[in-house]
């Protein structure tokens, strides 16, 4: 009896098949562990000559309307969300062993994902990309002063998308996005969920197998730092670019492969906070309301995701930033406990709260470690990264003093009163910030905006010029 077959015995091994341009691939050859959770699972080993298409074919899609894409992908997001989805359905019953988030919020960030796909949603997410669309469906002529002819197109790439695990959303939005640029698109899963991906491909594959879409999809799984994997795949013959999506260490280990024809198009790991002005401590009813809208940015996807509130920064006496600091506890307090994830803090968090807990006259402590909700205020920020339901509150004699906090991991700043924020929008911008918003709004965004300081779609592309020459006087 092999070890795999023992493992499926004493722990009913969940089974992680791949999806490659087309075919699913059932297997049991290699025993995998999930990140967070440490839960065991299965999948088959990577046939190398079937995942990676020789660049001597013309990818799939290159011909394939725009119009035509988008339409199967609306298609798609239907079908998706259709109760008699098996795939899905399945999907989600083996992520809730994998994943650290608990079964309502996978569905309902599963449910929510499949509204990207979304014909005005899509249109828009081209047009803000490209100042000319028909570049991804045709040569586009052009001809500058001195009367030089030329045509340009935004070729379909050659992709290795390397996915997060902390949101099952980013899966649908990165088969949309392959396949809007018209790429040869290879996924590589998350441990923490190596289920999604392979559940969209397949309900693609039911619609219709042969699609050029499907034909240029692949997705597998195998775990980041595999020099031996990442060898033969990380190569500029094989693909352009790599997509990468992760925590430092992931990022880290992408770009010593990086070499010349062979890109990063990087979303690297990203800390937002939120700045209340004094404003938002004027009296009791303001304090509980603009607590309430910072509750809902710090539990954005559990605390989970990039645009979740980790740090926010208050301008009031040390009394008034309590007062706010008591309230915004309540209510995220009343969040977790309606998400139902309710997971002890790390070792190593809980040593240092239990540490601040003792230093009364530099910290105050509201709640436990408990997983049910803490509140931590300073005056600076905590050197850890708080997670699980945590806030850091930095109190500030003004939000000019909280701006030098600011550099290039910054991602959303959540802003209260919504009336001083064009006066900061500047001065974030320079510390390296990339998105300010109103309180309470850090989860939803404008549909075809930057994304990590980018137009990815406009990066994805292989930008393609055919110079024709003068024209004759």
């Not at 695990?165 to 939005?173: C, D, R």
């Not at 809980?350 to 402590?365: F, I, P, S």
């Amino acid at each position: 009896m092999n070890s795999v077959t023992q493992v499926a015995e004493n722990e009913e091994l969940v089974s992680a098949p791949f999806f490659l341009r087309g075919e699913v691939l059932h297997g049991t050859d290699v025993i995998q562990t999930s990140r967070d959770l440490g839960v065991t699972f299965a999948t088959p080993k990577i046939p190398f000559d079937r995942a990676v298409p020789p660049r001597t074919e013309v990818p799939p899609l290159l011909n394939v309307p725009l119009a035509e894409i988008i339409d199967f992908l609306v298609e798609t997001g239907q079908r998706l969300t259709a109760s008699d989805n098996d795939h899905m359905q399945e999907c989600i019953e083996r992520m809730c062993r994998t994943h650290i988030l608990p079964r309502a919020v996978v569905e309902n960030t599963a449910r929510h994902a499949a509204a990207y796909l979304d014909k005005r949603v899509l249109m828009a997410e081209v047009e803000q990309n490209f100042p000319d669309p028909r570049a991804l469906d045709e040569w586009v002529p052009k001809q500058d002063f001195t009367g030089r002819k030329s045509f340009v197109r935004a070729f379909a790439p050659r992709l290795i998308h390397v996915l997060p695990g902390n949101s099952p959303g980013v899966a649908v939005k990165s088969v949309a996005q392959g396949s809007m640029v018209k790429g040869v698109n290879l996924f590589k899963m998350s441990s923490a969920d190596p289920f999604t991906m392979v559940a969209i491909l397949r309900t693609m594959a039911d619609i219709d197998a042969n699609h050029p879409i499907v034909r240029s999809m692949s997705a597998v799984y195998w775990r980041g730092g595999d020099d031996a994997t990442e060898r033969v795949l990380y190569r500029p013959q094989y693909f352009d670019k790599i997509v990468a999506w992760g925590g430092g260490d992931a990022i880290n280990n992408v770009i010593k492969y990086l070499g010349p024809g062979f890109q990063l198009v990087s979303f690297d790991p990203k800390t937002s906070i939120s700045m209340v002005g004094r404003e938002g401590l004027v009296d009791e009813a303001t304090v509980d309301r603009v607590a309430d809208l910072c509750s809902t940015d710090v539990m954005t996807l559990n605390q989970e995701a990039c645009v979740a509130s980790r740090f926010q920064f208050v301008e009031g006496s040390e009394e008034e930033v309590d007062r706010f600091c008591e309230r915004l506890h309540h209510h995220i307090a009343r969040r977790a406990a309606e998400s139902g994830d309710v997971r002890p803090l790390d070792r190593d968090m809980r040593e240092a709260v239990d540490t601040m807990t003792l230093m009364d006259d530099e910290y105050g402590v509201w709640g436990r470690t408990d997983g049910k909700g803490l509140v931590i205020r300073s005056e600076e920020p905590v050197d850890f990264h708080p997670i699980n339901k945590t806030a850091n509150v930095v109190r500030v004699d003004s939000l000019d003093d909280a701006v030098k906090w600011i550099n290039v991991a910054t991602q959303t700043v959540g802003f209260y009163p919504f009336d001083r924020m064009a006066d900061y929008r500047d001065r974030l911008a320079a510390g390296g910030a990339q998105r300010v918003v109103h309180l309470g709004e850090a989860g939803p965004s404008t549909i075809g905006n930057p994304h990590d300081a980018m137009y990815p779609l406009h990066r994805f592309v292989h930008w393609m010029a055919h110079e024709d020459g003068k024209v004759a006087d």
